[in-house]
């Protein structure tokens, strides 16, 4: 038998427990870039171990990118440790009249405060309260007080490259949000006619149904452009949505469409359940503040902070990130901030820096990622990440992201591989943008922070490479651990 020097088993065993280095473990990761023919420079990665051993991984790490909807961490996390776990909004009506048997004589006030999830639902129990006080009919105005906002310059426009300027994730904040300002368009074909309804319940919406029913045929696919809804909003007084195309017997199609002002929108809505219930409302819609002295009906309150946190993560709303960003700057207010926007930048701004993160280039417009403006590099997401893992509320951060192949925006991700289960991770989609962020965990069951975007014309074809990351960290074999001592033992020569 032939005996190998000393020096060369050391060097091979060495070799053998050793980590994949900076360039080797990434291996997987260029090659899928390659076969995309995607550019090495597109690609921002970080890696930080939280629990176990390892060393941080960086590709790229610190050039400034757009993160897509993954700045949605920064937002809620910042959310949990500025407004507290546990706050809640509170939308109330008030009146300046007096009632007299079943009718009140004075104003209606609804003042509102930005709640992401102000559904249906809750708008019907909180005017169910107001007629379970014998409120029956009411003489006077409905007066709506968004002014819990403070954004005396508006809002900035995002340039949606989309071909539906009604779509739900278009939504713009505001304080008088109700339902996410959308209406649901529900068809169902059946004995050869299409039936349709929509909700909530608002007169001014008028469905203009051109839709065929053929016997036979594939039901269309969600947002399937075999339909198609084209609005008209010429008359004042309606809002006529036109609908063609053809859906084949027994199918079903829904459709969401934003199609009012979040004034006008919250007018309706109240206007439409309060008719439903039997009540009467004689005065004019219209905007306005809270009078002095009027007196409080009705509150509705909503889930606690938590529950929000995990509907914008696990499913990316936008919207419901950007009612987050403005009540983060409406309740950090100070008298030097242009407005709400300024606030929350300054606020989460300051946040980060005192957890020791260089924030020189985190560029927050929204707190979204619906934006064309937001950067932060891979680096900063990373170490946020490994403060939050330190973090009271690390456990209501990481639940609320999307389980690797299982729910969210990652359900569909990564099934039938080793990663099921084993990652809590934020995705985002944006025009030349692609990334993942979160909390996902080798096979020695350390936890790795993990922040990685891609940014470019062909960022599109990229999910592969982000999946490449993530199962090339979970391969990370670290010294002193099992796995490398398993890795060290079939290695090792044998007698």
Request: proline content about 5%.
């Amino acid at each position: 038998m032939t005996c190998r020097p000393f020096w060369l088993s050391l060097f091979l065993m060495f070799v053998a427990i050793s980590p994949a280095g900076a360039e080797s473990w990434a291996d997987s990761i260029y090659e899928s870039l390659q076969e995309r023919k995607l550019p090495e420079e597109s690609l921002s990665l970080a890696a930080i171990p939280l629990d176990g051993p390892g060393e941080p991984r960086f590709v790229n790490a610190d050039e400034q990118m757009n993160p897509g909807s993954t700045m949605k961490l920064v937002t809620t996390y910042a959310a949990l440790e500025l407004l507290g776990p546990n706050f809640q909004w509170h939308t109330r009506l008030y009146t300046d009249g007096e009632q007299k048997g079943d009718t009140l004589k004075g104003n209606l006030y609804y003042v509102g405060v930005g709640d992401p999830k102000l559904t249906l639902e809750r708008m019907w129990l909180l005017l169910r309260d107001l007629r379970a006080m014998g409120i029956k009919h009411i003489r006077g105005d409905l007066v709506l007080d968004g002014s819990y906002f403070h954004l005396p310059n508006g809002i900035p426009h995002f340039n949606d490259d989309g071909d539906n300027p009604y779509a739900p994730y278009l939504v713009e904040p505001s304080a008088l949000l109700t339902n996410l300002n959308v209406f649901r368009i529900r068809m169902m074909s059946r004995d050869g006619k299409v039936h349709v309804s929509t909700e909530p319940p608002v007169s001014k919406i008028v469905i203009d149904n051109q839709v065929t029913a053929p016997e036979r045929g594939r039901c269309p696919v969600h947002n399937s452009k075999a339909l198609q809804y084209e609005p008209d909003f010429s008359d004042r007084r309606k809002i006529t949505v036109t609908i063609t195309g053809a859906l084949p017997e027994n199918c079903r199609a829904d459709r969401y469409l934003s199609l009012m002002s979040q004034e006008d929108y919250t007018a309706n809505l109240i206007r439409g359940l309060w008719r439903e219930m039997g009540g009467t409302l004689s005065g004019r819609d219209r905007t306005g503040r809270l009078a002095r002295g009027a007196k409080l009906l009705v509150t509705t309150s909503s889930p606690d902070l938590v529950t929000m946190v995990r509907d914008i993560n696990k499913w990316s709303s936008n919207i419901m990130a950007r009612q987050l960003f403005l009540t983060i700057g409406a309740e950090n207010r100070l008298a030097g901030d242009k407005d709400d926007l300024a606030a929350a930048d300054r606020a989460i701004l300051e946040w980060m820096r005192l957890k020791g993160i260089d924030i020189s280039q985190v560029v927050l417009e929204n707190g979204s990622g619906l934006s064309r403006v937001e950067r932060i590099t891979a680096h900063q997401q990373a170490l946020m990440l490994q403060q939050a893992w330190r973090s009271p509320f690390a456990a209501e951060l990481i639940a609320s992201l999307p389980l690797v192949a299982m729910d969210g925006t990652m359900r569909n991700r990564l099934r039938n591989t080793a990663l099921v289960g084993e990652g809590h991770i934020k995705t985002g989609t944006l025009r030349n943008v692609r990334s993942i962020a979160g909390f996902t965990r080798d096979q020695n069951n350390t936890t790795w922070a993990v922040a990685a975007m891609i940014n470019d014309r062909s960022a599109w074809k990229s999910r592969a490479v982000l999946d490449e990351v993530l199962k090339a960290v979970h391969t990370l074999v670290e010294p002193g651990t099992d796995a490398s001592r398993v890795t060290a033992a079939s290695a090792g020569g044998g007698r």
